[in-house]
């Protein structure tokens, strides 16, 4: 055996742009250089393909053709049979101290100088490539964290809990859930007979069911959503003591819905709404920030709870184990190509390092199988890990060797281990030095399909949820009961799921099934199709703590004001008050907002005084349904105009219908009036007075501006005026 160099390999290093700069090397501009094959030969001619004679065939050996058109035939991979739909984006993520490492030895977590580079991917879950996004459904947030230690990925979504407690139920639920066997419809929906057919008939999903027919099923944008870990994992600190740990991704523009009119009206008119309102964002250099923090329970407490730590159908309460924040994750940076990077990116939650490691959450284990072997599917090869985004940064040495598109040459004979001739090379680690080593957990037993008992409780923290939400909130999940299981045709199955939300809540059974046609009381009944066994761990819980509500659940009790990256729209015609125009634009974009001017038509609008300003987008182009709130300036002219036009009537009354904030002043009140905007007690048009009610901001037209853009501000930091849903009657 060769002198082994005893110089050992230092510790990779990484920071915020290791994963920009190891991008580079595979890009490619054509910007300035002539078009070639891809042998590299100059191509001189790319619009005719090589015939026999000008109107002859053509010919086999014309090698540019094949050769384009071949790439041109296999482009296509299979999309991913879940979350199919998505779009990606860089960033970074840093902690904020070294207070973790008690936990963990996870350097990305406890370096708080490190900046690790990271690609996130959001999607949805049922539609396909090329579905709409704003959909009812459950957001994919999936992080890949470049680390020094090697890829860790977190695959989570925006919703804390699941519909099964095994993963061997998946391929039934997503059979259910997506388009119907037969005729392939509906798309991207939940609401037909198969889903809530199995739902109704797997008690254990009635949780997750809650958060799915709640606001956080359509998210007004992918950067105004929480992300969750979901499972309970395993920190894991230098001394090889281990934490249980769930992960929490929350926004620092808080979480915002859309309202569900005006999701699925969304869904034609910008059926990329999320994907636009992500990217735009990015490129005005709104960055998306999300906050990490976790909850911790020390393995001592794996019992001290009513709910098993291992079921993924339960939260753990924050009112009995607060959240720590750690760190925060900042996104800034588009993808330059979508299927390179979007489409590509190959995520798995056994992605682990040092640090962090997985419990036995039966649904966790069987993703372990499920990410690899679906990325196989996807790409038909091994070497997957080789694309650049999927590439680690920390270096990469083994003896894997061969398969479909090979990427890496490896040197040298001895591929394999234990060798000599190599060195003994590549070396093992020592856990000391950042070697993985799996938690060392005691695990014993029969060999069993079946369920602890600790798992069996299905509606506890589903009655927990209802109980947490706003009035404005629940009504929400009623009508979206509504929606759902109206578009059931099967009475059978309508009931049996009124059975179940029977046991969440009465008073929520009853809304529901006053909406569906189904009698209430209801006395069918489903049976849990788990196998569920009397264990110690079943016993243990039955004495754990437990909480009645919890705030923490409800969007709008954690709302965060912020009129930041908030879309305004500015209605006017010609005639318009120009001072007033540009004091309230300045104001909006003073606090962050985006104003933009929305007019009949493009070019230029000239205001009372003989200003001109230029119109962003005309109203055959953008409806109320693409901003966060209305703004109609004074000027009688083009208030008058305005009257007269139904698309500006139509936007101020569905800007109101769907409780955006909307503001106006003088003359502009006409204009509510017309557009049915009733409820709400206007200023008087020639008065002093700013009155701000339930969202709606008006002024007299000798009102002060600067106080006018304040309280328009205010009503702008609330997103959503529910109120106005029950006090008053909306065109
Ligand atoms: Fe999954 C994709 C999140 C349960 C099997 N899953 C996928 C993605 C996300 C999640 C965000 C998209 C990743 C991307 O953007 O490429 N999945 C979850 C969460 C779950 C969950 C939070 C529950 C806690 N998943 C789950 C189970 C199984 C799978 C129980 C199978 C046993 N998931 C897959 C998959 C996918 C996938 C079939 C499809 C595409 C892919 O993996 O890369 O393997």
């Given at each position: 055996?060769?002198?082994?160099?005893?110089?050992?390999p230092k510790p990779t290093q990484v920071n915020e742009d290791s994963k920009n700069k190891q991008l580079e090397q595979y890009r490619e501009?054509?910007?300035?250089?002539?078009?070639?094959?891809?042998?590299?030969?100059?191509?001189?001619?790319?619009?005719?393909?090589?015939?026999?004679?000008?109107?002859?065939?053509?010919?086999?050996?014309?090698?540019?053709?094949?050769?384009?058109?071949?790439?041109?035939?296999?482009?296509?991979?299979?999309?991913r049979?879940?979350h199919?739909?998505g779009s990606g984006v860089h960033g970074y993520f840093q902690p904020y101290d070294d207070?973790l490492k008690?936990?963990t030895k996870a350097r990305f977590l406890t370096e708080p100088g490190t900046r690790t580079p990271v690609f996130v991917r959001f999607s949805?879950?049922?539609?396909?490539?090329?579905?709409?996004?704003?959909?009812?459904?459950?957001?994919g947030f999936a992080t890949k964290f470049y680390t020094a230690e090697g890829n860790y990925d977190l695959v989570g979504n925006?919703?804390?809990?699941?519909?099964?407690?095994?993963?061997?139920?998946?391929?039934?639920?997503?059979?259910?859930?997506?388009?119907?066997?037969?005729?392939?419809?509906?798309?991207?929906?939940?609401?037909?007979?198969?889903?809530?057919?199995?739902?109704?008939?797997?008690?254990?999903?009635?949780?997750?069911?809650?958060?799915?027919?709640?606001?956080?099923?359509?998210?007004?944008?992918f950067r105004?959503?929480?992300g969750f870990g979901?499972h309970?994992f395993r920190f894991i600190?230098?001394?090889?003591?281990?934490?249980?740990v769930?992960f929490h991704w929350?926004s620092?523009?808080?979480?915002?819905?859309?309202?569900?009119?005006?999701?699925?009206?969304?869904?034609?008119?910008?059926?990329?709404?999320?994907?636009?309102?992500l990217w735009?964002?990015i490129?005005?250099?709104?960055y998306p920030e999300f906050e990490l923090s976790v909850?911790?329970?020390?393995?001592?407490?794996?019992?001290?709870?009513?709910?098993?730590?291992?079921?993924?159908?339960?939260?753990?309460?924050?009112?009995?184990?607060?959240?720590?924040?750690v760190g925060k994750m900042v996104l800034n940076r588009n993808p330059d190509n979508f299927f390179s990077e979007t489409e590509q990116v190959a995520f798995h939650p056994g992605n682990l390092v040092p640090g962090i490691d997985v419990?036995?959450?039966?649904?966790?284990?069987?993703r372990l199988?499920?990410y690899i072997?679906t990325q196989?599917?996807r790409f038909?090869s091994t070497n997957f890990t080789e694309v650049p985004i999927n590439r680690p940064v920390a270096p990469v040495h083994n003896?894997h060797?061969?398969?479909?598109m090979r990427m890496t040459?490896?040197?040298?004979?001895?591929?394999?281990?234990?060798?000599?001739?190599?060195?003994?090379?590549p070396?093992?680690t020592?856990?000391?030095m950042g070697g993985y080593v799996?938690?060392?957990?005691?695990?014993?037993?029969?060999?069993?399909?079946?369920?602890?008992?600790?798992?069996?409780?299905?509606?506890?923290?589903?009655?927990?949820?209802?109980?947490?939400?706003?009035?404005?909130?629940?009504?929400?999940?009623?009508?979206?009961?509504?929606?759902?299981?109206?578009?059931?045709?099967?009475?059978?199955?309508?009931?049996?799921?009124?059975?179940?939300?029977?046991?969440?809540?009465?008073?929520?059974?009853?809304?529901?099934?006053?909406?569906?046609?189904?009698?209430?009381?209801?006395?069918?009944?489903?049976?849990?199709?788990?196998?569920?066994?009397?264990?110690?761990?079943?016993?243990?819980?039955?004495?754990?703590?437990?909480?009645?509500?919890?705030?923490?659940?409800?969007?709008?009790?954690?709302?965060?004001?912020?009129?930041?990256?908030?879309?305004?729209?500015?209605?006017?015609?010609?005639?318009?008050?120009?001072?007033?125009?540009?004091?309230?634009?300045?104001?909006?974009?003073?606090?962050?907002?985006?104003?933009?001017?929305?007019?009949?038509?493009?070019?230029?609008?000239?205001?009372?005084?003989?200003?001109?300003?230029?119109?962003?987008?005309?109203?055959?182009?953008?409806?109320?349904?693409?901003?966060?709130?209305?703004?109609?300036?004074?000027?009688?002219?083009?208030?008058?105009?305005?009257?007269?036009?139904?698309?500006?009537?139509?936007?101020?009354?569905?800007?109101?219908?769907?409780?955006?904030?909307?503001?106006?002043?003088?003359?502009?009140?006409?204009?509510?009036?017309?557009?049915?905007?009733?409820?709400?007690?206007?200023?008087?048009?020639?008065?002093?007075?700013?009155?701000?009610?339930?969202?709606?901001?008006?002024?007299?037209?000798?009102?002060?501006?600067?106080?006018?853009?304040?309280?328009?501000?205010?009503?702008?930091?609330?997103?959503?005026?529910?109120?106005?849903?029950?006090?008053?009657?909306?065109?």
């Amino acid at each position: 055996m060769e002198e082994k160099d005893n110089k050992q390999p230092k510790p990779t290093q990484v920071n915020e742009d290791s994963k920009n700069k190891q991008l580079e090397q595979y890009r490619e501009d054509g910007q300035g250089e002539y078009m070639t094959t891809d042998q590299g030969v100059r191509i001189n001619h790319t619009d005719d393909s090589l015939k026999a004679g000008q109107r002859g065939p053509t010919l086999m050996e014309d090698f540019h053709f094949r050769e384009k058109m071949t790439h041109f035939d296999h482009e296509s991979i299979p999309e991913r049979v879940v979350h199919a739909r998505g779009s990606g984006v860089h960033g970074y993520f840093q902690p904020y101290d070294d207070s973790l490492k008690k936990y963990t030895k996870a350097r990305f977590l406890t370096e708080p100088g490190t900046r690790t580079p990271v690609f996130v991917r959001f999607s949805t879950v049922v539609g396909s490539r090329g579905s709409a996004d704003t959909v009812r459904d459950v957001r994919g947030f999936a992080t890949k964290f470049y680390t020094a230690e090697g890829n860790y990925d977190l695959v989570g979504n925006n919703m804390p809990v699941f519909f099964i407690q095994d993963g061997n139920k998946f391929p039934d639920l997503v059979h259910a859930i997506k388009p119907m066997p037969d005729n392939e419809m509906p798309q991207a929906s939940a609401a037909h007979d198969t889903f809530w057919d199995f739902a109704s008939l797997m008690p254990e999903s009635t949780h997750m069911l809650m958060w799915v027919l709640s606001d956080r099923a359509i998210p007004r944008s992918f950067r105004m959503m929480e992300g969750f870990g979901v499972h309970t994992f395993r920190f894991i600190n230098d001394e090889g003591k281990a934490t249980f740990v769930k992960f929490h991704w929350r926004s620092t523009l808080g979480a915002n819905s859309l309202v569900w009119d005006e999701a699925q009206k969304l869904a034609g008119k910008d059926p990329d709404w999320l994907r636009r309102d992500l990217w735009d964002a990015i490129e005005m250099g709104d960055y998306p920030e999300f906050e990490l923090s976790v909850q911790l329970v020390p393995e001592e407490d794996e019992f001290k709870y009513d709910f098993d730590l291992l079921d993924a159908t339960k939260i753990i309460p924050e009112e009995l184990v607060p959240r720590r924040p750690v760190g925060k994750m900042v996104l800034n940076r588009n993808p330059d190509n979508f299927f390179s990077e979007t489409e590509q990116v190959a995520f798995h939650p056994g992605n682990l390092v040092p640090g962090i490691d997985v419990t036995n959450d039966p649904l966790l284990q069987g993703r372990l199988f499920s990410y690899i072997d679906t990325q196989l599917n996807r790409f038909n090869s091994t070497n997957f890990t080789e694309v650049p985004i999927n590439r680690p940064v920390a270096p990469v040495h083994n003896h894997h060797g061969a398969g479909f598109m090979r990427m890496t040459i490896g040197k040298g004979k001895a591929n394999y281990w234990p060798n000599s001739i190599g060195n003994g090379c590549p070396m093992m680690t020592p856990e000391a030095m950042g070697g993985y080593v799996h938690y060392m957990e005691k695990v014993e037993g029969h060999k069993i399909r079946a369920r602890s008992e600790s798992f069996n409780d299905h509606y506890s923290q589903a009655t927990l949820f209802w109980n947490s939400l706003t009035e404005p909130e629940k009504e929400h999940l009623v009508s979206a009961a509504h929606f759902e299981l109206g578009k059931v045709e099967r009475k059978e199955i309508r009931r049996r799921q009124v059975a179940n939300f029977y046991k969440v809540d009465p008073q929520f059974a009853a809304l529901v099934a006053a909406g569906i046609g189904v009698e209430m009381p209801v006395d069918q009944d489903s049976e849990p199709t788990g196998n569920f066994v009397k264990d110690d761990a079943s016993e243990k819980i039955k004495k754990g703590k437990s909480v009645k509500e919890s705030p923490a659940i409800s969007m709008e009790k954690n709302k965060i004001e912020t009129a930041k990256s908030r879309r305004v729209a500015i209605l006017i015609e010609d005639g318009f008050d120009y001072n007033e125009v540009m004091q309230v634009k300045e104001a909006l974009e003073a606090a962050g907002a985006h104003p933009k001017i929305i007019s009949k038509l493009l070019g230029k609008r000239v205001s009372s005084t003989g200003q001109e300003i230029e119109v962003d987008k005309h109203h055959v182009s953008a409806d109320s349904i693409m901003f966060d709130a209305v703004y109609i300036p004074d000027g009688e002219k083009s208030v008058r105009k305005m009257m007269g036009l139904g698309d500006a009537l139509h936007f101020v009354a569905e800007a109101f219908k769907h409780c955006k904030p909307i503001a106006t002043s003088g003359f502009g009140i006409n204009l509510l009036e017309k557009a049915f905007v009733v409820g709400v007690n206007f200023a008087e048009k020639d008065s002093g007075k700013v009155m701000s009610h339930s969202g709606v901001v008006t002024a007299g037209s000798d009102a002060d501006a600067g106080d006018f853009a304040d309280k328009f501000i205010e009503a702008i930091k609330k997103h959503r005026h529910w109120d106005r849903e029950r006090h008053m009657t909306p065109a």
